[in-house]
């Protein structure tokens, strides 16, 4: 029976075909054997899903490939061929991370590679982070001399941190140096120098250290681009924003980490705050809170806030929304665990640090001052090392991190809530009693302190200032049984 190649059919009869069905509903992994032997339009419908975006909502399809091949029902060597083609056309970020998936499983050899090297770099120049992953250790096999490296490096330079590492890390390899020479590593790790990222390049610059060469220097003067003096202007889309869209939502919502990631969400709020901006309206106090708030709760997508401030800023409202970043930042590392991504706010505050006039001075923060000082090369410390620089305009950041270093015992402490002190504790009323989500009333009495036992109070939902309360009155020694007659009303604090 030939097997019909359609998207549509594939995607009905992946998940409705009687041999992944089991029960009242489709098993999201079936069973492999079951499949292999049961399916009539085996081994053609492996190849077709295999090329189709449709093999991006199935998971299980590599392993069972490679059980397949096993059982000698599908080809090895023409299940590489369909991967390795369909790789070179456009397939979903998710198709793309089943099919290099397969090629992991089938243990994919450099001589199985058509085109070898060229071949490869053409692939990984078109595909997505998950087909890096897993190729980049292969194509490292198929580099032959110093061309080679210096054009996987120019293609790897701009791509996700954990692939350049990786690339980092490959000169260590003696086969790789044997074949591409001690100048071409060189010459590689000089390119990888230059990444804005800062704990990195002083990762690539020791490496250069331990082979006798010196970082190449990088101009540090970059020409502004004159944001400072545009003024907010929000630029609609071309077409009509959708119907489902909130028209009145705010960066807050859209920055969320539990919001919907549909771009059009954060485009409306970022054209919101751009309108708002200049229009003249206050906009500060309100989103200043909220980005705070969420920083403070771990509630915040710290990259997509990134993304954010950047279109803002070249949308002309840089001179308005630099210090209101500048002020997330701090909070963000006025946090005890630091929040993910909190480097790469602090790397974009940074690069825009050039655009501020020079008659223009803005001090660096105390929350990112005490970061920047503290011991450590975390990416978030080297961070905001490099915005103090910029907003200090230092020539040496060492002779900067030194002096405000030198000056660290006469910064000003972090100024206490006062929580050890200031709380007056008094005892609370014996006739108490509260009441739960189901407003049924809580008799039960607070335990002694003398009888061994810690006050308990039996609500769901009780009043802060009833448990300080009961918490002090145990250490004090005064806590005493209230039995008091039942009553269904809640009590708070005066």
Not at 145 to 166: F, I, N, Y
Not at 232 to 260: C, F, M, V, Y
Not at 319 to 347: E, N
Request: hydrophobic letters at 40%.
């Amino acid at each position: 029976m030939a097997c019909p190649s359609g998207e549509a059919f594939l995607e009905v009869w992946t998940v409705g075909a009687p041999l992944t069905f089991h029960g009242h509903w489709p098993n999201a992994v079936p069973d492999v054997d079951e499949w292999l032997r049961a399916d009539p339009l085996l081994p053609d419908l492996a190849y077709h899903l295999l090329n189709s975006d449709q093999c991006g909502s199935w998971g299980w399809l590599p392993e069972a490939l490679g059980r397949g091949v096993q059982l000698e029902v599908l080809d090895r060597s023409r299940l590489l061929e369909v991967v390795l083609t369909a790789l070179t056309t456009q397939h979903r970020p998710s198709a793309q991370a089943v099919m290099a998936e397969t090629l992991r499983v089938l243990g994919l050899r450099v001589e199985e590679v058509p085109g070898g090297f060229d071949y490869m770099l053409g692939v990984l120049a078109t595909t997505k982070s998950s087909v890096l992953k897993v190729v980049l250790p292969l194509v490292l096999e198929l580099v032959s001399g110093p061309d080679d490296l210096t054009d996987l490096t120019m293609l790897v330079a701009g791509r996700e941190k954990v692939h350049k590492t990786t690339l980092l890390k490959a000169p260590d390899d003696e086969a790789l140096e044997a074949r591409v020479g001690r100048v071409g590593v060189v010459e590689a790790l000089e390119l990888l120098a230059a990444d804005e990222d800062v704990r990195f390049a002083a990762a690539v610059t020791r490496s250069l250290d331990r082979r006798g060469a010196a970082a190449p220097s990088h101009p540090v003067g970059v020409e502004p681009l004159g944001l400072w003096d545009l003024r907010p202007t929000p630029i609609a889309p071309d077409k009509d924003w959708p119907h489902w869209l909130d028209p009145n939502i705010t960066w807050g919502e859209a920055l969320a980490k539990r919001s919907n990631e549909y771009p059009e969400q954060l485009q409306r709020a970022t054209f919101n705050l751009l309108s708002a901006m200049a229009g003249g309206r206050d906009w500060r106090a309100p989103l200043l809170a909220s980005l705070q708030s969420r920083m403070t709760n771990g509630q915040l997508r710290v990259s997509r806030t990134v993304d954010a401030f950047t279109d803002v800023f070249l949308a002309g409202g840089f001179r308005d929304a630099y210090p209101v970043a500048l002020a997330v930042a701090d909070t963000g590392a006025g946090v005890g665990r630091k929040p993910a991504g909190l480097h790469l706010l602090l790397r974009l505050l940074a690069q825009y640090a050039v655009e501020i006039p020079p008659d223009v001075s803005i001090e660096l923060p105390a929350n990112i001052r005490t970061l920047a000082v503290a011991k450590g090369r975390t990416s978030a410390q080297e961070e905001a090392r490099r915005l103090g620089v910029a907003l200090a305009r230092a020539e040496d950041g060492d002779a900067w991190l030194a002096d405000l270093r030198s000056g660290g015992a006469s910064m000003t402490p972090r100024e206490a809530r006062g929580l050890w002190t200031d709380p007056v504790l008094c005892p609370m009323p014996e006739d108490v009693r509260l009441r739960g989500r189901t407003g049924r009333s809580r008799s039960r009495p607070l335990a002694p302190a003398g009888d061994g036992r810690r006050p308990e109070l039996l609500g769901r939902r009780h009043p802060r200032s009833v448990l300080l309360q009961g918490v002090g009155q145990e250490a004090a020694g005064l806590l005493r049984p209230g039995p008091g007659p039942r009553t269904t009303s809640s009590w708070s604090s005066p």
